[in-house]
């Protein structure tokens, strides 16, 4: 995702979208054509994500709109204060850029993983994150944080939709499977996986699936999602992220408040590390229950 | 006496006055509404007073660090017919836009929110390299404490600043060498800043802050990629018994004290 998100942002550049760049000295061997369309435009701001955050902010006060980018947990722990202080309450046109979502650093270790990165930022001010699902998704992502005036978060992860499926357009909320189990909502990426294990399920198993990619999701539920989840009954969300301040607890206070709330409600979401061993992407979604197989069993959608 | 200013002017007689003024009425606005901070706030006042009254332009941007000392700036925008007596009275009560550390999103010359210190550097960098991006002219300045420079964020920002030229970019320092619970000196043997600024390529002078023909002069001529003004200072100036001391950064004005206080300010407008 994060060469799409690389082509994407050069397209912006080299279409003459204004804006600076700023990097936490990150990007060798991906970000160079972004560099090279930017010119001075394109800033390594070292290795300094206070600094980096409150740049942004200086640049954005100022008019010029910036994006910072650094792996995730550097931007929203490391540099939490610059960005509640310095972007939130002046509500600045800064993007802020966290590659390596949920577990996507795998084995490279838990000061690595974003696991609390849009519970913590969509708490601020005006902040509202992205978490684009497919590689397909970024331009249309760009676009809108491109036009957006206030604060936002990017969360990038890995592309991992199914092969040989028609993609559909990207929207906050999308169905990605018609079946007739129970509704499932899935946060970013992970509808891939859960997508592709969809496919071959019979329809009377078949979960209707759903892709979340912005938050706070309330003010961009679909009434399609909303019928589905009556008429299942039974509504699942699956994030990369733990459970406080997660879109699960969210999605059920809307659902409660709206007097709209299902029958059954499950959440899987991140509970940490319960082996204390580190491994791929895929062994901590194992290991959390959030592999495919864990989710549609405990949902009754396998056979 | 009276001496070059920046902007074509002096300093003049008059402008003693008009700091004479400044300082009774930071007084009477703490004393009146009994808020601490009354001592780093009477250490910069005379340099932000200059500021607006001999060197800020209406392309040029300030921002204040050491959010702490919010008191200083309202009277130092007040002084300079920015701010309303009206607006003054507010200061601290409910209702008000006068917190005790700024609030942004109201007036244009408190551009942002500001007390949790180490943050203004990185501001003032980001505003610099703006102007520097764009072409556009105007000059930033910033005030910090001088306890501040043992938040990290301090240095990220002055290296970043050094190595991007940002000669439109001018950080003063606040060096009444006393912090939250004690000298710098002996929290963190930081009483030396100077050569350490001089160590990440910035441009040092060091003056005293409450000489505003001194600030003038520091500040004048091509900056370097930033220039720094050093302002030594005495926390708590003109608080009789209690100049230079912790108390004054914590004790509310007592009536006596308040008044006291006033005399040591002198005559004037």
Same mark, same amino acid.
């Given at each position: 995702?994060?060469?799409a998100f690389?082509?994407?942002?050069t397209?912006?550049? &080299?279409?003459?979208?204004?804006?600076?760049?700023?990097?936490?000295?990150?990007?060798?061997?991906?970000?160079?054509?972004?560099?090279?369309?930017?010119?001075?435009?394109?800033?390594?701001?070292?290795?300094?994500e206070?600094n980096?955050?409150?740049? %942004?902010a200086?640049?954005?006060?100022?008019?010029?709109?910036?994006?910072?980018?650094?792996?995730?947990?550097?931007?929203?722990?490391?540099?939490?204060?610059?960005?509640?202080?310095?972007? !939130?309450?002046?509500?600045l046109?800064? &993007?802020?850029?966290?590659?390596?979502?949920?577990?996507?650093y795998?084995?490279?270790?838990?000061?690595?993983?974003? +696991?609390?990165?849009?519970?913590?930022?969509?708490?601020?001010?005006?902040?509202?994150?992205?978490v684009p699902?497919?590689?397909?998704?970024?331009?249309?992502?760009?676009?809108?944080?491109?036009?957006?005036?206030?604060?936002?978060? $990017?969360?990038?992860?890995?592309?991992?939709?199914p092969?040989?499926?028609?993609?559909?357009?990207?929207a906050p909320?999308?169905?990605l499977?018609?079946?007739?189990?129970?509704?499932?909502?899935?946060?970013?990426?992970?509808a891939?996986?859960l997508?592709?294990a969809?496919?071959?399920?019979p329809?009377?198993?078949r979960p209707r699936l759903?892709?979340?990619a912005?938050?706070p999701l309330?003010d961009?539920?679909?009434?399609?999602?909303?019928?589905?989840? /009556?008429?299942?009954?039974?509504?699942?969300?699956?994030?990369?992220?733990?459970?406080?301040?997660?879109a699960?607890?969210? +999605?059920a206070?809307?659902?409660l408040q709206?007097g709209?709330?299902?029958?059954? #409600?499950?959440?899987?979401?991140?509970?940490?590390?319960?082996?204390?061993r580190?491994?791929?992407?895929a #062994?901590?979604?194992r290991e959390?229950?959030?592999?495919?197989?864990s989710?549609?069993?405990?949902l009754? !959608?396998?056979? | 006496?009276?001496?070059?200013?920046?902007?074509?002017?002096?300093?003049?007689?008059?402008?003693?006055?008009?700091?004479?003024?400044a300082r009774?009425?930071?007084? =009477?606005?703490?004393y009146?509404?009994?808020? !601490?901070?009354?001592g780093?706030?009477?250490?910069?006042?005379?340099a932000?007073?200059?500021?607006?009254?001999r060197?800020?332009t209406k392309?040029?941007?300030?921002i204040?660090?050491k959010?702490?000392?919010?008191?200083?700036?309202?009277v130092?925008?007040?002084?300079?017919? =920015?701010?309303?007596?009206?607006? $003054?009275?507010t200061?601290?009560?409910?209702?008000? &836009?006068?917190?005790?550390?700024?609030a942004s999103g109201?007036?244009?010359?408190?551009?942002?929110?500001?007390?949790?210190?180490?943050?203004?550097?990185? $501001?003032?960098?980001?505003?610099?390299?703006?102007?520097?991006?764009s072409?556009?002219?105007?000059r930033?300045?910033?005030?910090?404490?001088?306890?501040?420079?043992?938040?990290?964020?301090?240095?990220?920002a002055?290296?970043?600043?050094?190595?991007?030229?940002?000669?439109?970019?001018?950080? +003063?320092?606040?060096?009444?060498?006393?912090?939250?619970?004690?000298s710098?000196?002996?929290?963190?043997?930081?009483?030396?800043? /100077?050569?350490r600024?001089?160590?990440?390529?910035?441009?040092?002078?060091?003056?005293?802050?409450?000489?505003?023909?001194?600030?003038l002069?520091?500040?004048?001529g091509?900056w370097?990629?930033?220039?720094?003004?050093?302002l030594?200072?005495v926390?708590?100036?003109?608080l009789?018994?209690? /100049?230079?001391r912790?108390?004054?950064?914590?004790?509310?004005? =007592?009536?006596?004290?308040y008044e %006291?206080?006033? =005399?040591?300010?002198?005559?004037?407008?």
């Amino acid at each position: 995702m994060r060469d799409a998100f690389r082509d994407g942002m050069t397209a912006l550049a &080299r279409g003459g979208v204004p804006f600076v760049f700023l990097t936490g000295d990150l990007g060798f061997g991906a970000l160079e054509p972004l560099r090279d369309a930017l010119g001075p435009r394109f800033i390594n701001a070292g290795i300094s994500e206070q600094n980096l955050v409150s740049v %942004a902010a200086g640049l954005a006060a100022d008019g010029t709109d910036a994006w910072a980018y650094s792996i995730a947990p550097f931007l929203y722990a490391r540099a939490l204060e610059q960005v509640r202080n310095d972007v !939130c309450f002046h509500g600045l046109p800064v &993007r802020l850029v966290g590659n390596g979502g949920g577990f996507s650093y795998g084995s490279m270790g838990p000061t690595h993983h974003a +696991l609390e990165d849009y519970g913590i930022l969509t708490a601020l001010k005006g902040m509202r994150a992205y978490v684009p699902a497919f590689n397909e998704d970024l331009a249309a992502v760009l676009a809108a944080l491109t036009a957006r005036r206030g604060p936002a978060y $990017l969360r990038l992860g890995r592309g991992e939709a199914p092969k040989g499926v028609p993609m559909p357009d990207y929207a906050p909320w999308r169905r990605l499977v018609s079946g007739d189990g129970p509704t499932l909502a899935v946060v970013g990426p992970l509808a891939g996986t859960l997508w592709s294990a969809s496919l071959n399920l019979p329809q009377n198993r078949r979960p209707r699936l759903w892709v979340c990619a912005e938050l706070p999701l309330a003010d961009t539920l679909p009434e399609a999602f909303l019928e589905d989840v /009556e008429s299942s009954g039974t509504l699942a969300l699956v994030e990369e992220h733990v459970a406080q301040g997660g879109a699960g607890p969210a +999605l059920a206070a809307e659902l409660l408040q709206r007097g709209r709330a299902p029958r059954i #409600f499950r959440h899987f979401a991140v509970r940490g590390y319960p082996s204390g061993r580190v491994g791929s992407q895929a #062994f901590h979604r194992r290991e959390n229950g959030l592999d495919a197989p864990s989710v549609l069993a405990a949902l009754g !959608c396998l056979p | 006496m009276a001496s070059p200013d920046p902007l074509g002017g002096v300093v003049s007689v008059d402008f003693e006055n008009v700091l004479r003024s400044a300082r009774r009425r930071l007084l =009477k606005m703490h004393y009146e509404s009994q808020v !601490c901070h009354l001592g780093g706030n009477l250490s910069c006042l005379d340099a932000l007073v200059t500021l607006q009254h001999r060197t800020l332009t209406k392309d040029d941007v300030f921002i204040l660090s050491k959010g702490h000392s919010a008191g200083a700036l309202y009277v130092a925008l007040w002084s300079a017919g =920015k701010l309303s007596e009206d607006d $003054l009275k507010t200061f601290h009560q409910d209702g008000t &836009r006068l917190a005790g550390h700024p609030a942004s999103g109201w007036h244009p010359d408190i551009r942002f929110s500001t007390g949790s210190l180490g943050h203004g550097p990185g $501001l003032a960098a980001g505003t610099a390299l703006s102007r520097k991006l764009s072409g556009r002219s105007g000059r930033i300045f910033c005030l910090t404490s001088d306890g501040e420079w043992q938040e990290g964020s301090c240095w990220e920002a002055l290296t970043f600043a050094a190595h991007r030229g940002l000669d439109n970019l001018c950080l +003063l320092v606040d060096q009444n060498g006393l912090q939250g619970f004690g000298s710098t000196e002996e929290v963190a043997s930081t009483a030396d800043l /100077e050569p350490r600024f001089r160590a990440f390529h910035a441009g040092v002078r060091t003056v005293d802050g409450h000489d505003p023909d001194a600030l003038l002069a520091a500040l004048d001529g091509s900056w370097e990629a930033p220039r720094i003004v050093v302002l030594r200072t005495v926390k708590g100036r003109f608080l009789p018994g209690l /100049e230079g001391r912790m108390e004054s950064h914590y004790l509310p004005l =007592k009536a006596d004290g308040y008044e %006291a206080a006033v =005399k040591a300010c002198g005559e004037g407008l």
